[in-house]
């Protein structure tokens, strides 16, 4: 791929390119929340990188991974390969492409600023829509997964995720922030509610 060029986040190398979104402070809050077990079959939408499935291949999991970016597909590809671990790769909008499957770990970490700006690839990387929240929403709404590992930021609206939540029978079992600046974010583990 052109214009790619490899460089090391986390401990894993990675392959990056100007029209995907590179790790940052976003990403480390995921790492700080993400927990999968050899042979779980786990979802990632959005990879970016590809760095969040790898990792979790490296572990053992058994990763799908969906992006809507094909320059993100082609990175996540390029990623595994250097790492050489499989991963099942697709390029697609959010649950799209698949049929519906119930995953044990399931993994995004959206688009979360309120922003619709979808001139370039790298734009869906953070255009949440215009109350940052909508392609977590959409999200949220159709997954399947015993445990869901996503964030927002405190510029996304979060009573229109609190309320998707309630309405899909989520409860948040785990939650992190990390402050940027103005910006906090707030990285969730979501299970099933009980009763």
């Not at 291949?57 to 390029?78: F, H, M, R």
């Not at 959206?110 to 001139?119: G, I, T, V």
């Not at 015993?146 to 609206?157: E, G």
Request: net charge negative.
């Amino acid at each position: 791929m052109a214009g790619t060029s490899v460089i090391e986040f986390n401990k894993i190398k990675i392959c990056v390119n100007d029209q995907v979104y590179e790790p940052a402070e976003d990403t480390e809050l995921m790492f700080e929340i993400i927990n999968a077990e050899k042979n779980e079959k786990v979802l990632e939408v959005g990879p970016g990188t590809g760095i969040i499935s790898v990792s979790l291949a490296l572990k053992g999991a058994e990763v799908t991974a969906i992006d809507i970016n094909p320059y993100a597909s082609e990175a996540t590809l390029c990623t595994s390969k250097i790492n050489k671990v499989q991963i099942n790769i697709i390029n697609g909008d959010l649950l799209s492409p698949i049929r519906p499957f119930v995953f044990d770990v399931a993994v995004f970490n959206p688009p979360y600023l309120p922003f619709e700006e979808y001139d370039s690839w790298i734009g869906y990387s953070w255009s949440g829509g215009k109350s940052g929240a909508e392609s977590l929403i959409k999200f949220l709404s159709e997954v399947k997964a015993s445990r869901i590992y996503t964030l927002y930021s405190s510029l996304s609206d979060e009573d229109a995720i609190l309320a998707e939540l309630k309405n899909v029978g989520l409860c948040i079992k785990t939650k992190r922030e990390k402050q940027i600046g103005l910006e906090t974010l707030f990285g969730i583990e979501l299970v099933k509610c009980l009763g």
